[in-house]
């Protein structure tokens, strides 16, 4: 079935357009990317896009990496302003989460 529209009049007298008939589509299932941590990069905050090596702060439901960069004995600062909501949470290395609230969605 596709759009279809018809004329009607508005109480100024215009005429308006009206979809009447419309069209769903079935979506297909879409993977989320893995977002990586770059350690030592940035100023620690998750919402900064820089800090991510893809640009981009992770949305819900998309897996989280952090990095194995930081030097053994060290652990890097990561403080979130808001909680979030990830897939999977992997740290490879030693990080401090301040402020943290994480909520995973994956099962493992």
């Given amino acids: 079935m596709r759009g279809r529209t018809n004329k009607l009049k508005?109480?100024?007298?215009g005429?308006?357009?009206a979809v009447t008939d419309f069209t769903l589509q079935k979506l297909e299932p879409r993977a989320l990317m893995t977002a990586t941590?770059?350690?030592g990069v940035g100023d620690g905050n998750w919402n900064l896009p820089g800090n991510w090596d893809n640009g981009l702060v992770p949305v819900?439901?998309?897996d989280v990496v952090f990095?194995?960069?930081v030097t053994l004995g060290d652990f890097e600062n990561v403080t979130l302003a808001t909680p979030v909501m990830v897939g999977l949470l992997t740290f490879?290395?030693?990080y401090n989460l301040q402020r943290a609230s994480i909520t995973?969605?994956?099962s493992v």
């Fill in 10 to 13: 508005s109480r100024d007298g």
């Fill in 67 to 69: 990095s194995s960069t």
């Fill in 92 to 94: 490879n290395g030693d």
């Fill in 15 to 17: 005429l308006q357009r």
């Fill in 37 to 39: 941590w770059l350690s």
């Fill in 60 to 62: 819900v439901g998309e």
């Fill in 104 to 106: 995973t969605i994956a």
